[in-house]
């Protein structure tokens, strides 16, 4: 199985109200992908309880099938929906860790 994590920090021009909005929105329609696209096991996004400690406002943690899953993922028309209409418009910052689990 593969892991893959992003972090995102929002357009730092939006205001407070607007990143909260924007984030549950990320959250709804990355949350949405789950039994849409192959080889995608689980999916989950953080998008509120941010501590002031941290540099990251939203983190995606998803686990796919295989790395042919996370390539699928990448390319899948649902995902690419989503990443263009609501998570790219809204992130200035984009950080990935893909790892095989042991």
């Not at 992908?33 to 995608?40: C, F, R």
């Amino acid at each position: 199985m593969v892991k893959h994590i992003i972090l995102w920090r929002l357009r730092s021009e939006l205001s407070e109200a607007e990143k909260q909005e924007k984030a549950l929105a990320i959250k709804a329609g990355l949350e949405g992908l789950k039994g849409q696209i192959p080889g995608l096991i689980d999916i989950h996004v953080q998008a509120t309880g941010r501590l002031e400690t941290s540099n990251a406002d939203i983190m995606l943690d998803s686990t796919l099938e295989s790395f042919d899953a996370l390539k699928g993922y990448a390319v899948h028309p649902a995902h690419v929906a989503v990443a263009d209409g609501i998570v790219r418009p809204n992130t200035e910052l984009r950080t990935c860790l893909d790892y095989i689990m042991d």
